[in-house]
């Protein structure tokens, strides 16, 4: 009985180190150094955050793009370029603790949306854009619906965006392990609280929807994981103002502009047109 006791006591307590040790690994920070194409970029630092901007020529009409978890401002080059091609003037940035941003812990969007609110107020303040649409992909959009980005934009566009924090562990998870994994979310999203000092309510973005009155456009994966389309299309109903709605036929979790950019290009012009 002692050694089964015994057997049982080890093997539980390697179950929680070893928990533990994967949510330092998913909150751990994605800082490195970022290297922009060409010259046409300029670099953009306000307050912490660290940004590029990419001008059409034109800040009447511009552009906030914010990237995904594990990302940094240059997985948005290609959408800038093409915004450029509408005339409208780009922003991307870091946030906290990715790219070139500081931060000792990813905090799944709260934190990080003091860089959304950062890059908003540039835009409007010292380039004296008109407009500004937010683009945000995952995790960027939402940080940009955790602070106060999404309540002042002129527009918004939402990419793979988890409702809850809870959706977005439990997913991933049962991705790797199964519908059965789905159980050990709790062990995971708990933990945030004690590392960051994060209450679980506050990481979500599908609560903040209901103070958003500018046009949303809503884009998820069809073959999407970890942001399932049903999920997408909770986010969808949330909105209550002017909004559309794309599923993207046999996409996953991936970028969706680079996956059908043919399809991407006309459903962002088309949203743009109507409503911004």
Known sequence: MKKYLLLLFTTLL???LIVWMTGAFLSRPANHQVE?????FIPVQYGRTQGSLLSSGDHRQCALLLHGLNADRSSMVERAQFL????ITSLAVDLQAHGETPGHIITFGYLESEDADNGLHYLKTVQ???????IGTSLGGASALLGQTAKQADALVLESVFPRIEDAVADRIEARLGRPGRLLAPLLYWQIPLRTGIAIEKIRPIDALAQVTAPVLVIGGAQDTSTKPDETRALYQAVRG???LWIVDGAGHIDLYRYDRPGYEHQLTTFLRQHF
């Open 128 to 134: 004296g854009c008109q407009k500004v649409v937010v």
């Open 84 to 87: 450029r091609q509408l005339g």
């Open 14 to 16: 390697a179950s929680i």
């Open 36 to 40: 922009m194409p060409g010259s046409e």
């Open 242 to 244: 002017p909004k559309q």
